[in-house]
């Protein structure tokens, strides 16, 4: 953790307060935005708080206080406090950087380990399984209402891999089984989030399988899912959502990879490992980041000599790997 701070004692001294989060929010940035905007209003009742975000994945719309989030950017809007939460960079604000600059005080809450604190408070765990449970231990818990808990488990589910992942420890159980005693459907959120998928989802997963390679000897699994293709399906960057990780479910993969077209020429790749890979390493070296079994980056260009590098990146670990 980069600082000992108490985000309660700033929140205090701050009269508007504006909560953002990164650009493509996913559901533990969603989850936290949220979760603080409802504790604010629950218990600091002379604060002004909003939300920004840019448009939210429908998987999340289902947290209360969804429909207060406000999406569009202005010209001039100036608070005393902006919290930035799930940020791991100043710039993967947006649009919504322009606010944190003019700002009179800033905080950062994360969980990133690239994290340089560049906010004028930092709180930054990457300990942590999220930016949630990070929310969720500095909050005072009889004080944490059904809406503040449902936004914080939702996601500390989706950024622990409901609770697969190395960062979750002791405490990351012990916050959640305390967000669930606050009466939330805590298997409904699970099965929205992870399980149920549209026609339009199952159709893409099917294509992404299809299409696939098998790669390293059965160690990784790859697919491209092109320009053409999305558009032929009418798909939205959030129909994506789970591929690569159902795709890193084939047996004896240790790696998975989707890189989705989103304009000719211009990739999102999305990766996902067990422990014998560090996919936030090669996302790294093509100027991405993220977590050790869950990262992204992006790419111009040929697609195919990205994919080699990876291959190759992954190789590296693997083969000095010691796991059985």
Known sequence: MTAKIDPLSIIKEADSIMISGHVRPDGDCVGSCLGLYHYIRDNFLDKKAEVRLEEVPDAYRSAPGSVDIITEAEDEKACSLF????????????RNEKYFDAADKTL???HHI?????????????????????????????????NTAYALYMGMICDSGVFKYDQTCRRTMELAGMLMEKGIPFTKIIDE???????????????CLIHSRIL??????????????IEEYGARTEDFEGIVSQMKLTKGTAISLLATESRKGIFKCSLRSDERVDVCKIAQTFGG?????????????????ALHRAQQLAKEQLDTCTME
């Open 83 to 94: 919290i930035a939460l799930d940020v791991s960079e100043k710039n993967r604000l947006g």
């Open 108 to 110: 950062c809450i994360d």
């Open 114 to 146: 690239s994290n340089p604190g560049y906010a004028d408070y930092n709180l930054v765990d990457p300990a942590a399984s999220s930016t949630c449970e990070i929310a969720a231990a500095f909050m005072d818990p009889d004080r944490i209402s059904y």
């Open 193 to 207: 989030i992870f399980y149920e998928k549209t026609y339009l989802q199952q159709q893409l997963l099917a294509w």
């Open 216 to 229: 390293l000897g059965g160690r990784m699994i790859s697919a491209v899912l092109p320009y053409e293709t």
């Open 289 to 305: 980041g993220g977590h050790v079994r869950a990262s992204g980056f992006s790419y111009t260009g040929d697609i195919a000599a």
